[in-house]
């Protein structure tokens, strides 16, 4: 089966740095997602990483070192709007593509 | 451009009540997901389909069936409705190795 831990919630300011740390354990590794959630919000896809390195999208960055089976999300130039729920997710090693998601990290953006 | 769309987005049910929850996408995709989203839980796999007419168990598929009659519907089914099953529902499509497209959830009270 496959399991994964993040933290339970991070706070920050407005402006500043955050990284979500992720670790997971999976008897086949196929790539490591992220997803944001706002409250009452459905996820959306924000970033997917299948080799080692960084990934960057504007403010949101990604990382993986398949290693250390560990991967992190970096968001930059934090706003107001970035408070939400953000989940990592890998892909399973059974014949067919489904995620298994991690319980989530609350991040709390305060002015 | 719907997307995911799900119904109903509320309902509450009594003990032992049955109910079906609809899932239609737009984007042509083979594969669909029923998920349930408790409280520090993160997002748990009930059903999935590969395709028109497969159906396939995710990590949590007590008390649930589903149908995938036509490749654009997804429905999940509770047959006799227990207060463990209060809980958020989210639908998602993909085409296998594509990021989810999630629907907007239903939000499901058993009392």
């Known amino acids: 089966g496959q399991s994964l831990e993040q933290p339970s919630e991070v706070t920050a300011v407005e402006g500043a740095i955050v990284q979500i740390n992720c670790t997971y354990q999976t008897s086949g590794f196929y790539g490591l997602s992220w997803y944001q959630q706002h409250d009452g919000g459905a996820p959306t896809f924000l970033s997917y990483n299948a080799l080692d390195g960084l990934e960057e999208t504007g403010r949101f960055s990604s990382f993986l070192s398949r290693s250390d089976s560990y991967g992190y999300l970096l968001l930059q130039e934090l706003q107001m709007k970035d408070s939400a729920s953000y989940f990592c997710?890998?892909?399973?090693?059974?014949?067919?593509?489904?995620?298994?998601f991690g319980k989530g990290t609350m991040l709390l953006v305060s002015p | 451009n719907a997307g995911v769309t799900q119904t109903p987005k509320f309902r509450v049910l009594k003990t032992g009540q049955s109910m079906t929850l609809l899932c239609a996408q737009d984007m042509n995709h083979e594969y669909m997901y029923w998920y349930r989203q408790d409280p520090g839980m993160g997002l748990r796999l009930i059903h999935y389909?590969?395709?028109?007419?497969?159906?396939a168990k995710g990590e949590v598929p007590d008390g649930y069936n589903v149908s995938r009659l036509k490749k654009q519907n997804f429905l999940l089914g509770l047959e006799s409705a227990a207060p463990s099953q209060t809980s958020v529902y989210f639908c998602?499509?993909?085409?296998?190795?594509?990021?989810?497209?999630f629907g907007n959830g239903t939000r499901l009270t058993v009392t």
């Open positions: 998602a499509s993909n085409n296998g190795v594509s990021p989810l497209h």
């Open positions: 997710a890998v892909r399973s090693s059974s014949g067919y593509s489904t995620l298994t």
């Open positions: 389909s590969v395709g028109e007419g497969t159906t």
